[in-house]
């Protein structure tokens, strides 16, 4: 998506995913404004959120970006097209890929300098050497000069930095016996299995000349809700609402999948769930798609 020249503060954070988040936010909060300006206290009640977290959603720093699972949600509630919802999700995917490449570049160490390490440590010792041999008597040896005598110090220094150092080089670069030792394991294990399909359950709802029917597939932090909502007469116009709960009887959620008057139409969205486990029951009710709505009939799903 083109830069649409934003400055300041929401410019800041290149690379840790910031102008996708900005973008994400700015795309909300047009969202908001095309379905008549709702106010936020209007669409957290709606989806069983807090004010607050409709507000971070569209915070212009975009340092809270809605999830995939509350994109849904805000597209379903605010009833739009789908190219909105695609256009959405792919600004959502974007941030997480920049999240990402910001994680793996802050984890990058500066390398060792083994080279520097060689020769500071081989200094070292060879210094050692040099100020062990400063209490040699003042007269070589027979048939050695002094200038043999000081070639034979440096070069012994020298070998002495140059082993100390290797060894030192040696123990910065050798893999421990722990870690080659989880290496091994891992390559001798078997592969890991794919992780599980989420689970699923059908629905399928009918009053009258309505009805609607479809599947849950139970994520973790959320219900994916897909099908779709029949009315054969323009008078007896129909809505899809679902609401999910916890294993205490909580709820944690819920949304409606828009009015169909007199025609059939499909719906995909998010049921939000955001506890560890996710929701234990879902119910979904057919209704009359007034404001306020008159349930006609519900269905109660578990999770499998």
Not at 41 to 50: F, G, H, P, S
Not at 116 to 139: I, L, Y
Request: charged share 20%; with cysteine.
């Amino acid at each position: 998506m083109p830069d649409r020249g934003v400055t300041g503060p929401e410019a800041e954070g290149v690379g840790d995913g910031a102008s996708a988040r900005v973008e994400l936010a700015r795309t909300l909060r047009e969202w908001r404004a095309r379905a008549g300006e709702l106010p936020q206290k209007t669409v957290a009640r709606r989806l069983n959120i807090a004010q607050t977290t409709v507000s971070r959603y569209e915070s212009p720093d975009g340092r809270h970006p809605a999830p995939e699972a509350a994109v849904r949600a805000l597209w379903s509630c605010y009833r739009l097209a789908e190219g909105d919802l695609d256009q959405a999700l792919a600004l959502r995917a974007r941030v997480d890929e920049e999240l990402r490449a910001g994680a793996a570049s802050a984890k990058v160490a500066a390398p060792v300098p083994v080279a520097a390490v060689a020769v500071a440590a081989g200094a070292a010792v060879g210094g050692a050497v040099v100020a062990a041999g400063a209490g040699e008597p003042a007269a070589p040896a027979a048939g050695r000069s002094r200038h043999r005598v000081a070639w034979v110090a440096v070069a012994t220094a020298a070998l002495a930095g140059v082993v100390a150092g290797g060894l030192l080089v040696h123990r910065l670069l050798a893999p421990t016996a722990t870690t080659g030792g989880a290496d091994e394991a891992r390559r001798s294990s078997p592969a890991a299995a794919p992780p599980a399909a989420f689970p699923t359950t059908d629905f399928d709802i009918i009053y009258g000349n309505t009805s609607t029917k479809g599947t849950l597939t139970w994520y973790n932090r959320s219900v994916g809700l897909s099908g779709q909502g029949k009315s054969e007469d323009s008078a007896d116009c129909r809505d899809t609402t679902a609401t999910s709960y916890s294993a205490s009887g909580s709820e944690l959620g819920s949304i409606h999948t828009g009015v169909v008057c007199g025609a059939s139409e499909n719906y995909n969205a998010a049921i939000p769930a955001d506890v560890a486990g996710g929701a234990s029951t879902v119910r979904i009710c057919l209704d009359d798609g007034a404001t306020p709505p008159a349930v006609l009939k519900c269905q109660d799903s578990r999770r499998p």
